[in-house]
T-cell receptor
């Protein structure tokens, strides 16, 4: 049973528009959610996170929204830039398990100039 | 500042061979982990460590062995390589504490088993 799901394998948006990447989870024990960005032939890099006690966290062009009742989070990128083209992974962790992270399968974002 | 360094970057093995994937971090992070990423899939946890001398199994530990004799190093051993272990392997480290601490990843080892 996959505890973290990213149901859209790919997303294509026009430069300057908003990108919305979605993530669903099933384990109510998760208390932190993190987004990572991955370019080809590189390791993932941390982008932004949110605690389960919050519903929004913003960092520049990136905002993450959390809806605990729906067990759903989303990453908004505004405005989208061609350099944002990458694979985005949603990850969740809980403090009961040495903070181990569970990852979704990723969404490939393509931002067209 | 090197961060997390993985060697080798690429490796081709024959079925049944053994090898060690190296991972070193220079950030004095307590936690270290090994993941594998198969095409179209996310990162799956193989083994992890919360400190020197302490290791535990993750989601897909079979066929792999780890040890952690120092804070800096966390090698991953393939005992008898199988084609199903063809994958990209990522090592990661992070500070101890809550799950809010982000993981820092190496650039991966691309492993092919023939």
């Amino acid at each position: 049973d996959q505890q973290v799901k990213q149901n859209s394998p790919s997303l294509s948006v026009q430069e300057g528009r908003i990108s919305i990447l979605n993530c669903d989870y099933t384990n109510s024990m998760f208390d932190y959610f993190l987004w990572y960005k991955k370019y080809p032939a590189e390791g993932p890099t941390f982008l932004i996170s949110i605690s389960s006690i919050k519903d929004k966290n913003e960092d520049g062009r990136f905002t993450v929204f959390l809806n605990k009742s729906a067990k759903h989070l989303s990453l908004h990128i505004v405005p989208s830039q061609p350099g944002d083209s990458a694979v985005y992974f949603c990850a969740a962790s809980d403090n009961t398990n040495a903070g181990k992270s569970t990852f979704g399968d990723g969404t490939t974002l393509t931002v067209k100039p | 500042n090197a961060g997390v360094t993985q060697t080798p970057k690429f490796q081709v093995l024959k079925t049944g061979q053994s090898m060690t994937l190296q991972c070193a971090q220079d950030m004095n992070h307590e936690y270290m982990s090994w993941y594998r990423q198969d095409p179209g899939m996310g990162l799956r946890l193989i083994h992890y460590s919360v400190g020197a001398g302490i290791t535990d199994q993750g989601e897909v530990p079979n066929g792999y062995n780890v040890s952690r004799s120092t804070t800096e190093d966390f090698p991953l051993r393939l005992l008898s390589a199988a084609p199903s272990q063809t994958s990209v392997y990522f090592c990661a480290s992070r500070k101890a504490g809550t799950g809010a601490q982000p993981q820092h990843f190496g650039d991966g080892t691309r492993l092919s088993i023939l």
